[in-house]
């Protein structure tokens, strides 16, 4: 006879359905203790097996006193559920080793992204400070810029270069908004000053010949900005121009205002054309009658 049969907790033969982990800590850091007892011995089991004897009683032994009994072979299903319990203690054992050693990892690739963090923020201080103070819907590049410096800690020196001039433009921008005034009277003319040329483009109208080339404009003369748009070639960007000009119009572009200037009137010209000197010089002077072929 069986001795768990001999114990009164059922007629043999027995059947293992199921191992279950009971376990016991009175606060986190205790030692973890059994939360169970065994059914057939009273000692305190962790791991409860259920064992089912063939008159439908149910009871938990701990698997020691399997062994002990009739061993392993006399419980249907014991080896499986022992083997399958085994299987999870180990896995549960691997993935908390894993999770430890990411955590340790990520702690390290913190500390590590903090200290380049640092050190762009002290290297790039104005930078790193316009960066953060962005709004998430502000200038798309430098968004992404900014999410970089978060992401890496710095900068390749490309993205430091283009991120800086980015935040240089956006401030005179911001700048330009809030204190461009509008100069002068339109329909009259402006006394002579000088002008710094931000941008120029030119654009060839060949619907003419020979062909016209029409340049714009940006000036600046302090905050104030001003546009020309016309046949006159101001100078190249970078550079400034001394001249008197017209006022055409005031208008205001993206929150911006800006006088419009026209018909400049230039002390030193700018390299003349051929067919300005042609027009502006008096009969004979500065022709080069060879290549005319009016000779
Ligand atoms: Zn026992």
Redesign the pocket.
């Known amino acids: 006879m069986h001795p768990f049969e001999k114990a009164g907790l059922g007629v043999a033969p027995f059947r293992c359905v199921g191992v279950y982990k009971n376990a016991y800590q009175a606060c986190p850091g205790a030692p973890i203790q059994p939360g169970g007892s065994?059914?057939?011995?009273?000692?305190g089991?962790m791991y409860e097996y259920k064992i089912l004897s063939s008159d439908g009683k149910g009871f938990k032994?701990?698997c020691?006193?399997v062994m002990?009994t009739g061993g392993e072979g006399a419980v249907a299903g014991m080896r499986t559920e022992r083997l399958k319990m085994e299987r999870d203690v180990r896995r549960a054992r691997r993935d908390a080793k894993y999770a430890e050693r990411r955590a340790t990892h990520e702690q390290g690739r913190i500390a590590a992204l903090e200290g380049r963090r640092a050190a762009f923020v002290a290297a790039e201080p104005a930078l790193a400070a316009a960066l953060e103070a962005l709004p998430d819907n502000g200038n798309e590049f430098l968004v992404k810029m900014r999410d970089a410096v978060r992401h890496w800690g710095s900068l390749t020196e490309g993205q430091l270069k283009a991120a800086k001039s980015c935040v240089a433009r956006d401030a005179s921008r911001e700048a330009e908004k809030a204190n461009s005034v509008h100069v002068g009277t339109v329909g009259k003319r402006l006394p002579e000053a000088e002008y710094s040329i931000v941008r120029h483009t030119e654009r060839i109208d060949d619907r003419y010949w020979p062909a016209r080339t029409s340049h714009w404009f940006l000036l600046k003369q302090g905050d104030n900005v001003f546009v020309y748009r016309g046949s006159s070639n101001l100078g190249a960007e970078g550079e400034t121009v001394r001249a008197v000009f017209g006022v055409k119009d005031h208008t205001e572009y993206q929150g911006t205002r800006q006088t419009v200037l026209q018909r400049p009137t230039f002390r030193k010209e700018p390299e003349p054309k051929a067919d300005d000197v042609k027009r502006a010089a008096p009969y004979g002077a500065g022709r080069d009658l060879s290549m005319t072929g009016e000779c």
Do not use: L, P
Request: a negative charge; charged letters at 25%; glycine letters at 16%.
């Open positions: 065994c059914d057939f011995c009273g000692t089991i032994v701990g020691d006193c002990r």
